[in-house]
Nanobody
Framework: QVQLVESGGGLVQAGESLTLSCLAS????????MGWYRQAPGKQREWVAT???????YFADFVKGRFAISRDNAKNTIYLQMNSLKPEDTALYYCNSAPSYFSWGQGTQVTVSA
């Protein structure tokens, strides 16, 4: 049973930065592609970024150049460094495998004020 615990969200102003963390337990982490996803109010959950087991990274166009994703296999943790945040980045952020097949965690709320 894999458990995903996201943390690091908060309330920031536009242009500021945040770093999210996701701790994965209960599975062999290092050989899994992992990703960040988000869900804004009234919208469907969408993919944000992926870090593969070989550490290659991929981003949705709407965060490309602003966000970075990384992993620390020794800590079973992935990170999402979010820079130049915009109000439209406001959402509940989740991590999961990529593609997603684990149960979703609680997510961490990111709110960006104008």
């Amino acid at each position: 049973q894999v458990q995903l615990v996201e943390s690091g969200g908060g309330l920031v102003q536009a242009g500021e930065s945040l770093t999210l963390s996701c701790l994965a337990s209960g599975s062999i982490f290092s050989n899994k592609n992992m990703g960040w996803y988000r869900q804004a109010p009234g919208k469907q959950r969408e993919w944000v970024a992926t870090v593969r087991s070989d550490r290659s990274t991929y981003f949705a166009d709407f965060v490309k150049g602003r966000f970075a994703i990384s992993r620390d296999n020794a800590k079973n943790t992935i990170y999402l460094q979010m820079n130049s945040l915009k109000p439209e980045d406001t959402a509940l952020y989740y991590c999961n495998s990529a593609p997603s097949y684990f149960s979703w965690g609680q997510g961490t709320q990111v709110t960006v004020s104008a």
